[in-house]
């Protein structure tokens, strides 16, 4: 089935380590996008992508980076994790940038 | 100001009434704007997309845009036990390459 694959489903992570948070999407889309989801703030987004070889950051990107190597892989990774950082990560990608975007089935990271 | 604000309800209406969600967005450069539907636990899931002013049917689901008075609107028609979720209303900024989602209004569905 065609779509997007987010994993971890969920981590519990130390504060001060490192982690990245994976993403493949086989729908060829050219446009992808990484969001945290917390209680009261809605979605925001973090960093996306355009196309293969081409990075953005978006609404919070502090703290966290991105790569974009393929069309397919998008992976996330915060390079030292705080408490704030806890939170619902979606991934998600469009055919093109700004168009309706389809999302993962989330990563739920809790750092402690 | 959030970019996007939606009246955080919750918002119930009987089985087979019209549910009527609104949305307003501060960029007035805004030119996409889309309506997700969330249950809870899950994932976003596109349910409309709108570009232009006037309305946009697609089933049970009217999107209504109106850039003057930087309003979007989502009407379901007919709705099931089923629609009971968190509906999300988003615009994207006027480059395009901003997403701002507002922080979604809660509806229940009475049988």
């Known amino acids: 089935i065609a779509g997007i694959t987010q994993a971890p489903t969920s981590q519990i992570l130390a504060a001060g380590r490192r982690m990245t948070l994976r993403c493949t999407q086989d729908m060829r889309h050219n446009a992808m996008y990484w969001y945290r989801q917390d209680l009261g703030l809605g979605l925001r987004l973090i960093h996306y992508s355009n196309t293969a070889g081409t990075t953005g950051k978006g609404e919070v990107p502090d703290g966290y980076s991105v790569s974009r190597a393929n069309t397919d892989d998008f992976p996330l990774t915060l390079a030292s994790a705080v408490p704030s950082q806890t939170s619902v990560y979606f991934c998600?990608?469009?055919?093109?940038?700004?168009?309706?975007?389809?999302f993962g089935q989330g990563t739920r990271l809790t750092v402690v | 100001q959030k970019e996007v604000e939606q009246n955080s309800g919750p918002l119930s209406v009987p089985e087979g009434a019209i549910a009527s969600l609104n949305c307003t967005y501060s960029d007035r450069g805004s030119q996409s704007f889309f309506w997700y539907r969330q249950y809870s636990g899950k994932s976003p899931e596109l349910i409309m997309s709108i570009y232009s002013n006037g309305d946009k049917e697609d089933g049970r689901f009217t999107a209504q845009l109106n850039k003057a008075s930087q309003y979007v609107s989502l009407l379901i028609r007919d709705s099931q036990p089923s629609d009971s979720a968190t509906y999300l209303c988003?615009?994207?900024?006027?480059?395009?390459?901003?997403?701002?989602f507002g922080t979604g209004t809660s509806l229940t569905v009475i049988p």
């Open positions: 988003a615009a994207t900024s006027n480059t395009g390459n901003q997403f701002y």
């Open positions: 998600a990608s469009s055919e093109t940038l700004g168009r309706g975007t389809f």
